[in-house]
């Protein structure tokens, strides 16, 4: 499948803004099941690039001076459904093992983990998902993204990031590398609004198998992944500080089309969000 995605994020500022710097992990790589065709990130500020410890393409923003708005458009067309190699991977796996305060899990997510022990198969898998999901209902705007899975289990409500946090808790409670995936995710009705997130468990003699787990399913040609790490704070598209600005009010919007066909995920939408300095 080939996928045309465009993704813009745009920040206002009700004051003068005197400095901000971001970081953003946009960029779709080569790998894991896809091949970028093309791809470019545009921002009214200066842009540098870098790769990070887990192999992500990260792209740092400076803006100084006085500006009342910052913007981002990452777009590009990305084919998805090739083959994934079980040796795609550059670091070692006990990395992927390591808790973290998203991640942490608690005495009952543990005790819901070791219901599903071992895991062989990419079976076991969706099985887990279907109970994180049937504990954890689909909900929006009960969480927010420093909500642990720890947290989001005991709401017993959540999102795609809740999703693999738990689900990753799990996995790494029983001695399963797990790590968290951010990307997006083409849906003909179109009934998803913004960018998505799942997470990768690493099986015995498999290697790694990618699990949408908001969807119980197996991640196919429909996904486009942005960036992995640990938790959402290692993979979330963007990220950063500023300086001024007073309060900040956020539009965010991300189309995926299927090239060559009428089929779209969703027009642009928008997400707004008051912040305080």
């Known amino acids: 499948m080939q996928l045309s995605i465009q993704h813009t994020t745009q920040y206002h500022y009700s004051q003068p803004l005197n400095y901000i710097i971001q970081q953003l992990r946009l960029t779709p790589q080569d ?3 896809q091949r970028v065709k093309n791809w470019s990130i545009t921002v009214n500020g200066q ?8 192999g992500n393409v990260v792209h740092t923003v400076v803006l100084d001076g006085h500006h009342a708005e910052f913007s981002v458009v990452a777009k590009g067309e990305v084919e998805t459904g090739f083959p994934i190699k079980a040796d795609e991977e550059r670091l070692p796996l006990m990395i992927y093992l390591r808790h973290t305060g998203l991640t942490q899990p608690s005495a009952e997510i543990k005790t819901f983990a070791e219901g599903f022990e071992p895991i062989t198969s990419a079976e076991v898998l969706i099985r887990l998902s279907e109970a994180i999901l049937k504990r954890v209902p689909y909900v929006k705007g009960v969480t927010g993204v420093n ?12 999102v795609c990031q809740d999703h693999a946090h738990i689900f990753i808790a799990c996995c790494r409670s029983i001695g399963v590398p ?32 990618s699990v949408d787990v908001s969807n119980a399913c197996l991640v196919d040609g429909a996904h486009v992944r942005l960036a992995t790490g640990l938790d959402y704070h290692d993979a979330c598209p963007v990220s950063g500080v500023r300086v001024g600005g007073g309060t900040e009010s956020m539009e965010a919007g991300v189309n995926v089309s299927q090239v060559g066909t ?3 995920s969703r027009q642009m939408q928008s997400q707004i969000e008051q912040i305080q300095q």
Do not use: M, N, P
């Open 31 to 33: 790998g894991c099941g």
């Open 47 to 54: 842009l540098s690039q870098h790769q990070d410890t887990f």
């Open 147 to 158: 909500t642990s899975a720890k947290q989001a289990f005991e709401e017993g409500k959540g």
């Open 178 to 209: 797990a790590r968290y995936v951010s990307g997006y995710l083409f849906i003909d009705d179109g009934h998803l609004l913004e960018s998505h997130a799942w997470a990768d468990a690493w099986v015995h003699g498999i290697g790694w198998v």
């Open 262 to 264: 009428k089929k779209q």
